[in-house]
């Protein structure tokens, strides 16, 4: 009986813990932009960038307004970030950034270029 109860009380905490991962997961979904925030902290972007302010580097709404309807502006500003550079919007460089995988750099660059 003793044993009954463990397992009993071990279940309802399997379901709280998965039920707590489906509705975190579901709340993450449609907050995207949460996720690339993160990436930006994580790969030190922010140092550098802010949405609307210009720092180091151009405010992300510069660059969306810049490449807004440009085809190719993702794959150009994937490769941009990647392998550093100047000379776009003044003569300070941005340092490469070789080691940010192609899926992060990816929704980084989707996300920047949505910026208004
Ligand atoms: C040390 C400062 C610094 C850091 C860190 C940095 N950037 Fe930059 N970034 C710059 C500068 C300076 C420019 C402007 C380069 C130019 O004029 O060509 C720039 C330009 C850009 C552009 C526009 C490129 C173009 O050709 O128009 C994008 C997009 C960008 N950065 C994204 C990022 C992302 C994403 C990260 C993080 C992975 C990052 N940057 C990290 C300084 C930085």
Redesign the pocket.
Known sequence: MKSNTAIGSNSVCCAVFFGCLAISAAALTPARAQNVSD??NK???????AVDTK????S?KD?AA??RGKSGAEK??IA??KN????????????P?PT?PDA??NA??KW??SQK
């Open positions: 990436q930006l790969y030190g972007c922010v140092a550098c960038h720092l180091v580097g151009p992300f660059v810049k490449y150009q500003l941009k970030i550093g550079g100047s000379g776009v919007w003044g003569s300070v460089p941005m340092p950034n940010v992060d750099l980084m660059v920047i270029l």
